[in-house]
């Protein structure tokens, strides 16, 4: 009989395509458990809707196609860096979302099936997976776009370079994977690579020009295929050396639950501290809130860049910051809740809003001092002036809370819900944009008078209102949807 | 009064009903095992008896309390082990304990004696200051018992509580469930083990489709029956 385990027979590849296949069912059938096969269903016609809005505002703006086309490419490859790492190292908060689940690509101990054989079809069936949920609408999106520029023809190409650049994502998050697995730490693959990067950059070869995107820009150039190869190559090695059986050491703490709990004050049931110390224990420490903040914060700075080259007036950095790193609300709240369920505590004499509270505090403790830590950052590098940093700071503080608010009435304790729920991802993202948008044009195109700054920080102050008044609405009727079954 | 009661309870998740007019009790000083196929009810039934779940019709109570209108006080006064449960992922067992003891308001001194106690008897002391996530599956069950019964409830419900304990532990835990009913608590247990059920519980049902449809006292069974015909006359028997 013909072996199953990676001997490449025919045999062999046809083991290969029903894993793939089973993969794939398993994919969706996990997102439709998530969040429902119709809506999950309906989340590509959405990226396509709103990808085409964002581009046409772009457009409108006078953003020139070069540079959608490179934000695409720096998205999709911030994705499949995600997607590794949430697929393979996100086991603990697949297993909270939806009890113990036992996926494929970790059934090697109980299939005849090699562990590289299945890693390797879990690879492909992410690629063709998301190539086709993902990118087809996301190239779709820039339909309109190409269209101005009469570059409709080359849209399969775009397809086909944001597919590359989300096998890049996925190979250098199981290259780091795979390194982890051999004991190297995360730290020391992140501090390579960007020594790597930096060392190139040095010897004045840009790496960025090894990216599938200059595959868009110039089909004749040679960097891109380097790329192409230097990850295939890196995708083999991973491969080869990946230690399956690799397990992390036995980690033991000191009794830190009691000390943190006096110390935060108000903590009655002991949940704040319990829920501070599941984020800075889990992989990535307080570091993954700090990371969270770091990418709008870079996003922010991109986008006040990009705003004075089109507007040629300097955006307001306090009014500017003070809007977007209210965002990281949702990121914040979706650490914070990753790592219990609600279930759990159903065994305890606590309520389930007395859960909701402590995430509340929780939030407050974590969310807001970080996000207030980036904004000073920008004061300091940017500048502005003390009236403008005191009304940035409350409208900073006033959106985080109002988009915590509207997290919580949107999602409950399960805010990852969001990802590929179309309906609440619809109503957040409007629930976003409403005030989103008028501070965002006022900072990026107004010269901020004290009307407006006195306006905006009593904008903020009831948008904190609205947010608080949001959590306290939906609370109870989260409490009786939970118990209702 | 009975410890745990309820009467006519029915519950359906959309289209599947999981209980029919269940209906059963439990007094002080038994240890009441639930059987049944999967999917038979016991664990919606657990669920309302502990206010997690509201049902759609019928009546509960626990220590005279209704889960349904006051389920944090019912949970005050109980314990609950679920089924495949495991203690927080990045809490210590200590810490666990510790989140335990001010949740139901005990003192440090009760807390720690009382985790002494459970520690010599699962043999488990070595591991209070690993996370419970690089716990064996074992050792989390541990974990589990001990707080579920650190504030020594009159009432408790347990969803199999020998799974991955080895055969040792198993036995010292079989000792202490029966002790502890003999000191005049309640414990309600839902299981699969036949041979569980027949050696430990004082009273024992089986419920099938979401109904009780059969109660016995192992101790009064006849020398020629066994609580595992009796379950497969009511569960295969109908099928």
Known sequence: MASVTGDGSAAGRSVTGTVVRAMAREEWRLHSALFGG??????????????????????????????????????????????????????????????????????????????????????VKDVAYYAGLFLVPLAVAYAPAAAAAGTLARLPLLWLTLVLTFVVGLVLTFAAIAARSRGTSGTVVLVAGAVLVGLAWAAGVDPLSFLPAGLYRDPGSL???????????????????????????????????????????????????????????????????????????AVTAALVGLAGTITGTTPSTGLSFGAVLGLSSFTTYNWLTQFDDLEAYLAYPLSTAAVFEAKFRAFLVLGLPTVLAFYLLAVVVWGATVPVTLAGAVLLVGLSVYLFGLTVALAGLDPNEFLFDTVRFAAFTLGAAVPLVPVLVVAFVLAPTTGWLVGLSAAGVALGAVGVGLFRWSVPRWAARYRAG | MSAIRAEAVSKSFGDVAALRGLSLSVDAGELFGLLGPNGAGKTTTIRILTGQLVPDAGEVSVLGVDPVTEPVEVRCRIGVLPEQASPPSFLTPREYFDFVGTVRDLDDDVVAERVDGWTDRLAFAEQLDTLNTDLSRG?????????????????????????????????????????????????????????????????????????????????????????????LAEVEGSA
């Open chain 1, 38 to 123: 119709r809506r999950f269903a309906a989340f590509p016609g959405f990226i396509a809707l709103a990808g085409a809005g964002a581009v046409w505002l772009l457009v409108w703006s006078g953003t020139t196609p070069a540079t959608i086309v490179g934000w695409l490419h720096l998205l999709v490859l911030a994705f499949g860096l995600y997607t590794g790492s949430a697929a393979l190292v996100g086991r603990d908060a697949i297993r909270n979302l939806l009890g113990d689940v036992t996926l494929v690509v970790f059934s090697a101990r109980t299939l005849p099936v090699s562990e590289r054989r299945l890693l390797a079809a879990f690879l």
């Open chain 2, 139 to 231: 050792q989390q069950q541990k974990v589990m018992i001990t707080a579920t019964f650190l504030h020594e409830p009159a009432v408790v419900f347990i969803d199999e509580p020998l799974v991955n304990l080895d055969p040792i532990v198993q036995e010292r835990v079989k000792r202490f469930l029966a002790a502890y009913v003999e000191a005049g608590n309640a414990i309600f247990l839902s299981t699969h083990h036949i041979e569980v059920a027949e050696a430990l519980c004082t009273h024992v049902g089986v419920v099938r489709e979401g109904r009780l449809v059969a109660e016995r006292e192992p101790a009064a069974l006849a020398p020629d029956e066994s609580l595992l015909d009796l379950f």
């Open chain 1, 223 to 297: 960097a891109p295929y380097a790329g192409l190869v230097l990850t295939a190559g890196l995708a083999v090695v991973a491969l080869a050396a990946f230690d399956p059986t690799y397990e992390s050491p036995s980690r033991t703490a000191d009794a830190q639950l009691g000390r943190w709990r006096r110390r935060l004050r108000y903590d009655p049931n002991g949940l704040l501290a319990k829920s501070l110390l599941d984020v800075g224990r889990s992989s990535g420490g307080f570091g993954k809130v700090v990371f969270s903040g770091g990418v709008l914060f």
